[in-house]
């Protein structure tokens, strides 16, 4: 088992350039998450999926877009990347029962 | 405004002493908390959970107890040591989770030999 994975682990991006970021689980989980954590904050849940084909906004959902067309992946997109959106940003997963969510190792993105 | 709020950002303890992450909360649908452990570079990895309808849970070095009137929740590690050198995140989660967790700031816990 590999847990949660994530793709890419680094990336630097020019003001505007789009990108996707790719997480995936191979636990059977249905609930997926985004969080971004910057310096000294916690981590801040940006979009979530309940199950394959759903998604819902999180605390912090703007500037950002989600899909979830497999159960097992859920991408998270960047349109027009911006220098606040420089952060690290982590993916987790839940089953649809219990509240422990597992957590990828994160991706660090960094917008000049 | 911050609904779990960890006001320590960092604690000092000597290894085999006793260590102890505090955590409050605002919010009183929160029925669920958890703690997470993070090494830098690395994700979360979760490390114990407790319920609101109990006041204590114990995984063997770990505790953490739940003060609901007060909103207030802790995490004793005892004995501390170097592994235990990590940020610690408080969570909560209210209605089932399914909508995410609500994290703190985050404790840096070092552990001095």
């Known amino acids: 088992n590999a847990g949660v994975t994530q793709t890419p682990k680094f990336r630097v991006l020019k003001t505007g350039q789009s990108m996707t970021l790719l997480c995936a689980q191979d636990?059977?989980?249905?609930?997926m998450y985004w969080y971004r954590q910057d310096p000294g904050m916690g981590l801040r849940l940006i979009h979530y999926s309940v199950g394959e084909g759903t998604t819902a906004k999180g605390e912090v959902p703007d500037g950002y877009n989600v899909s979830r067309l497999k159960k097992q992946n859920f991408l998270l997109g960047l349109e027009s990347a911006a220098p606040s959106q420089t952060s690290v940003y982590f993916c987790?997963?839940?089953?649809?029962?219990?509240?422990?969510?597992?957590f990828g190792p994160g991706t660090r993105l960094t917008v000049l | 405004d911050q609904q779990v709020k960890q006001n320590s950002p960092s604690l000092s303890v000597q290894e085999g002493r006793i260590s102890i992450l505090n955590c409050d909360y605002t919010n009183s649908m929160f029925d669920y908390f958890l703690w997470y452990k993070k090494y830098p570079a690395e994700g979360p990895t979760f490390l114990i959970s407790i319920s609101s309808i109990k006041d204590k849970n114990e995984d063997g070095r770990f505790t953490v107890f739940l003060n609901k009137s007060a909103k207030h929740l802790s995490l004793h590690i005892v004995p501390s040591q170097p592994g235990d050198s990590a940020v610690y995140f408080c969570?909560?989660?209210?209605?089932?989770?399914?909508?995410?967790?609500?994290f703190g700031k985050g404790t840096h816990l070092i552990i001095q030999p």
């Open positions: 987790a997963s839940r089953r649809d029962w219990g509240n422990e969510q597992f």
């Open positions: 969570a909560a989660d209210s209605g089932g989770g399914a909508d995410g967790l609500t």
């Open positions: 636990m059977n989980h249905e609930y």
